[in-house]
């Protein structure tokens, strides 16, 4: 068995190093230029020297893992946002964008190559980009516990809701959520329906708080519906000042 | 030992396709020094001179500004909306820095805004164009046909940034329509006036490797540019989670027109193509199931 592993290592690794030799550059998307803005803005808040995940901020770091990025990103496993765009609008969104997903798919696919240092932003800048990222200072894998320390109105909900009262929602907060995708719509008492969040393979290890980009006003007599069987989610009121 | 056969087997069939989708080509503008052009539509179509992009035809810029994302709100009236009944889209977008409103776009294939529209069921497909109103919004009127999910698809380009192309979700209350569940549909289309047929190679799809398209037209002449542009293509996947907006790869007004898509996910897609021929647009569909490597 050992002697198994060891073979199968070996092949790996030479294939590793036969594909890096022979790495034919067909795209002209470079680390320098376009991937080492994106990776500032979306993965190096967490992938970083003494972050929560292994480095991603130098071009020698990111290189082996071209190809496992580029399926984490397609998948939507990577960063960890773990809700679909445009359902909802969230001002901690973290999701990419589609232009940035076809920008990293072209650089996995065409060579990966690093380009030149003069495309590269100061280390001033990429610092900037990086810690305006959300999850600089807060997630993801702050836990659900941080519903309840930031906001201390947090309330629970389990399945099909109708609230008794109005409700200033600022965001919401999965606290455990099955394996899987649904949306989570407000019913208002007028007859209208509108999105809140559409949950895809979210993951508790990075459990994270959706804050809207606007506050909804919720009437008494709304409906919050989609929450799935053994569910439990916090909505998030607006925090008074 | 069944096992590490198999793994070694994906082994080589990975080395063999990645080395298939990195065929030699000439050195690429960007390595050479001095300025690059790039096409603000297509960012990996780049020059070293000025001039045009060869895929969409829209001008190349030297250099770009940092992809920064904007927000587009959708407001959408009366409430509710009613199936069947006129509603009023009202796009407004907003910088990210201070949520100014932003009112100055450029021109992005003849127009400021381009809309798709799609059901959940993806039984409707809608490409059309808001207008800019004095306000500084874009205004649409649109008749929702059914209840359910729809997705819209927002496409511009501010002024002094990059293209943006933003999804949001409108909620037509009522029944939802039932799942939908498709199979690979590559039939010949016969549309307004012509026959469309569809080729891709691979054959069977694969997720996160390039697929290119090939749309074969009947009659192959009396084609013409369309919105600046020998073709346009939305694939939509079942879930409606993935949005693509594409252009011709390579097309010239002959016969063939091709895409080049990487389909992020192993789902079905539901594929959308418009041509036009002689003043008249050509919308033909179909169904792209596509399997993830090894499946």
């Not at chain 1, 594909?19 to 795209?27: L, P, R």
Request: proline share 10%; aromatic share 10%; with cysteine.
């Amino acid at each position: 068995m050992k002697r198994s592993l060891f073979f199968t290592c070996v092949v790996m690794m030479t294939m590793c190093a036969a594909a890096q030799a022979h790495d034919v550059i067909t795209t002209p998307v470079t680390w320098d230029r376009e991937i080492s803005r994106i990776f500032y803005s979306r993965c190096v808040a967490c992938h970083r020297d003494g972050g929560a995940a292994f480095s991603l901020m130098e071009y020698k770091d990111a290189f082996p893992w071209r190809t496992a990025i580029k399926e984490e990103v397609l998948e939507r496993r990577m960063p960890p946002w773990g809700a679909v765009k445009g359902f909802g609008d969230f001002r901690n969104d973290q999701a990419l964008t589609p232009e940035q997903l076809e920008l990293l798919t072209s650089w996995s696919q065409g060579g990966s190559p690093e380009g030149e240092d003069k495309d590269l932003p100061p280390k001033d800048k990429l610092n900037e980009m990086m810690q305006e990222s959300a999850w600089f200072h807060d997630g993801p894998g702050d836990g659900p516990d941080a519903a309840e320390r930031h906001h201390s109105a947090a309330v629970a909900v389990s399945g099909d809701v109708k609230l008794v009262k109005p409700l200033t929602l600022d965001g919401l907060l999965p606290k455990s959520v099955p394996a899987g995708s649904f949306q989570i719509i407000a019913e208002f008492p007028d007859g209208r329906v509108e999105p809140l969040l559409w949950l895809d393979d979210y993951k508790e290890q990075f459990a994270h708080p959706f804050l809207l980009r606007s506050p909804v006003e919720l009437p008494a007599g709304t409906v919050i519906s989609g929450i799935p069987p053994g569910a439990t989610i916090f909505l998030l009121p607006e925090e008074k000042k | 030992m069944m096992g590490m056969k198999f793994g070694f087997a994906t082994l080589l069939l990975v080395a063999g396709i990645l080395r298939a989708q990195n065929p030699p080509i000439a050195p690429l503008p960007s390595q050479n020094a001095g300025t690059v052009y790039i096409c603000p539509m297509d960012p990996d179509v780049r020059s070293s001179n000025p001039g045009k992009c060869a895929r969409c035809g829209m001008s190349l810029v030297a250099g770009l500004p940092d992809p920064v994302e904007y927000h587009l709100h959708l407001d959408v009236t009366p409430k509710p909306v009613k199936p069947g009944q006129p509603a009023n889209l009202t796009f407004e977008i907003h910088d990210p820095w201070k949520e100014r409103q932003v009112t100055k776009f450029q021109i992005v294939h003849e127009k400021l805004f381009h809309m798709f529209v799609v059901s959940q069921d993806l039984q409707v497909f809608l490409h059309n164009h808001p207008t800019l109103g004095s306000d500084g919004d874009f205004h649409y009127e649109y008749v929702f046909p059914k209840s359910g999910l729809y997705r819209i698809l927002g496409d511009f380009y501010p002024d002094g940034a990059t293209p943006q192309l933003i999804a949001k979700s409108v909620i037509v209350p009522g029944p939802a329509p039932k799942p939908v569940s498709f199979t690979r549909d590559y039939s010949p289309k016969d549309t307004e006036n012509m026959t469309v047929e569809l080729v891709t190679d691979p054959p069977q799809p694969i997720s996160g490797f390039k697929t290119q398209m090939y749309f074969r037209v009947k009659p192959g002449e009396g084609l013409e540019k369309y919105l600046d542009a020998w073709g346009h293509m939305l694939a939509a996947s079942e879930d409606l989670i993935d949005m693509i907006h594409e252009h011709p790869f390579i097309a010239d007004g002959g016969p063939q027109i091709q895409f080049n898509v990487v389909f992020p996910r192993a789902k079905s897609y539901r594929v959308w193509v418009q041509f036009q021929r002689k003043g008249v647009v050509n919308t033909a569909r179909f169904d792209v199931p596509v399997k993830a490597l090894g499946q």
